[in-house]
């Protein structure tokens, strides 16, 4: 997280903290829930004599009313009665005429007063109807992210035993057990990046990032905009990048000291591309036969609408993605294309030295 980002991020939990804070010893029914309504019914009285000075005010109880409005979202239904009725006795006492005198009072006065009280318990009962549903919306939500937590937690004790036992059983077949686990570990990294989005989904530069992560990110270039992907299509697409990966590392470019990999991606209404492109490996060919990684990635788009293209350069493998976004994950992204897991110095992006192009 850069410092400005930071920076923004302080105050924000500064407020927050603060508001916990005034929300705790304002509790329904405490001392310091009244207290705070007389606050607000002092405020109240000092704006009106003020406005008072200025011209005459024949509303007795304009601002006594967001004084009563606060004390019950803040500090419940009693606090907004109590100012309410306090108010109604400041205003009857000192601001309507003969001041400060209770009796006599005309006809008017008097049914003004009580069209007030009447509002004011209206709005108290509004505002604590508010406040409960506030705060039972918000038990709901803690309980939630209780749940997912738990979820998660017993996913992860699942995901570790699933490995163990494969371990074991495939201790005699290492290059099975090593992609079955592979498989397993990005995917387990995924539900990770899903977690911290609450269930929504995983950004594509999110999971590129993991699962290059490994590697001497100086050779990796990733260029494109930020991209939500939904859980589904997240986990598809980290099981796609983790089978490039591997097979760059074992056979492509990440395999030699010289080698680069270059990941693109644009979008156009709701058709994502990525473009995997590898160069300066070990000399490659096509091979005679589909195997578990190939069919994988042209499986695993069908579901999608997504279509795959391989081509086995001389200079290395370029594959690329097509998928049909929903369109509720369309509106999640945003413009920004400035972050990439590794900046070159000078001229155009790595994508584009590398001939970058679309059908």
């Given at each position: 997280?850069?410092?400005?980002a930071?920076e ?19 509790s ?18 000092l ?5 008072g ?7 007795h ?5 967001p ?10 239904a009693?606090?907004g009665?109590?100012?309410a009725v306090?108010?109604?006795i400041?205003?009857?006492?000192a601001?309507?005429?003969p ?6 009072r005309?006809?008017?006065?008097l049914?003004?007063?009580?069209i ?21 919306l ?8 209780l749940?997912v937590?738990?979820?998660?937690h ?6 570790a035993t ?6 074991f ?7 099975a057990?090593d992609?079955i ?26 999971i590129?990032?993991?699962e290059?992560?490994p590697?001497?990110?100086?050779r990796?270039?990733?260029e ?12 598809t ?9 591997t ?5 492509g ?15 156009c ?18 091979p ?7 069919r994988?990635?042209?499986l ?16 290395g493998?370029i594959?690329?993605?097509?998928v ?6 369309t ?12 900046h070159?110095?000078?001229?155009p ?7 970058r192009s679309?059908?």
């Amino acid at each position: 997280m850069t410092a400005v980002a930071q920076e923004g991020t302080e105050p924000r939990r500064t407020a927050r903290g603060i508001l916990g804070i005034l929300k705790w010893h304002m509790s329904p029914g405490s001392s310091g829930a009244y207290a705070f309504a007389t606050l607000c019914v002092a405020a109240a009285s000092l704006l009106h004599w003020g406005l008072g000075l200025i011209t005459e005010d024949h509303q007795h109880f304009t601002t006594y009313y967001p004084a009563v409005l606060f004390a019950a979202l803040l500090g419940g239904a009693g606090a907004g009665v109590y100012a309410a009725v306090l108010s109604g006795i400041i205003a009857w006492w000192a601001f309507m005429v003969p001041h400060f005198a209770f009796l006599p009072r005309t006809i008017e006065t008097l049914i003004s007063l009580l069209i007030y009280l009447f509002a004011s318990l209206l709005i108290v009962w509004a505002a604590d109807h508010y406040r409960r549903l506030t705060k039972r919306l918000e038990d709901e939500e803690k309980f939630r992210e209780l749940a997912v937590e738990e979820l998660a937690h017993r996913l992860k004790n699942k995901i570790a035993t699933i490995q163990s036992i494969i371990s074991f059983k495939l201790r005699d077949n290492p290059q099975a057990r090593d992609a079955i686990i592979g498989c397993l570990t990005a995917l387990s990294g995924t539900d990770d990046l899903i977690l911290a989005t609450q269930g929504q989904g995983a950004r594509l530069r999110d999971i590129l990032s993991a699962e290059l992560g490994p590697y001497e990110t100086s050779r990796i270039a990733i260029e494109g905009p930020i991209v939500f992907l939904s859980p589904k299509l997240a986990m598809t697409m980290a099981l796609l990048v983790h089978e490039l990966a591997t097979n760059s590392a074992k056979y492509g470019s990440l395999s030699v000291a010289t080698g680069n990999v270059a990941i693109c991606w644009s979008l156009c209404d709701t058709r994502l591309g990525l473009e995997w492109r590898e160069s300066g490996g070990p000399i490659i060919t096509a091979p005679t036969k589909r195997g578990f990684g190939t069919r994988l990635l042209s499986l695993a788009l069908d579901q999608f609408g997504g279509t795959v293209e391989t081509t086995f350069e001389s200079t290395g493998l370029i594959c690329k993605l097509i998928v049909v976004l929903p369109e509720k994950y369309t509106a999640s992204i945003e413009s920004d294309v400035t972050s990439t897991i590794v900046h070159y110095e000078s001229g155009p992006s790595k994508c584009a030295q590398e001939g970058r192009s679309w059908d």
